[in-house]
């Protein structure tokens, strides 16, 4: 699969939104899963959302009611909905797809990972 590319990464204030792309190939709309994951300075990545091929959802539970995930299959773009940002969810979002070289991660639901993007920056401020 072609290299996901992410966007819509910027600094905000405390309580804010944003709104993360992900352009994707059109095999990665075909897949069971697609996802979003995130990465602090000198830790691993850790899961954030999954979308499955029929649109169910899943957010990691210390995000719910503040992340949703959605997808255009129309287009091939995934999003990430972040709404009430609090300077703890400044991190690098990556989006997540299957069939690559790179290295493995699992994501909720137990979906396999391993075709990501560069990641787009986030960041909070208080």
């Known amino acids: 699969q072609a290299q996901p590319m992410e966007s819509g990464g910027e600094s905000v204030q405390t309580g804010g939104s944003l709104k993360l792309s992900c352009a994707a190939s059109a095999d990665a709309f075909g897949d069971d899963c697609m996802g979003w994951f995130r990465q602090f300075p000198g830790k691993g990545r850790e899961s954030v959302a999954n979308i499955m091929r029929d649109g169910s959802t899943t957010i990691a539970d210390s995000l719910e009611g503040r992340f949703t995930i959605s997808k255009d299959d129309h287009n091939n773009i995934l999003y990430l909905h972040m709404n009430n940002l609090q300077p703890e969810d400044t991190a690098t979002y990556f989006c997540?797809?299957?069939?690559?070289?790179?290295?493995?991660?699992?994501?909720?639901?137990?979906?396999?990972?391993?075709?990501w993007g560069q990641g787009t920056q986030v960041t909070v401020s208080s």
């Open positions: 997540a797809t299957r069939g690559g070289p790179g290295r493995t991660y699992y994501g909720l639901l137990g979906c396999l990972y391993n075709t």
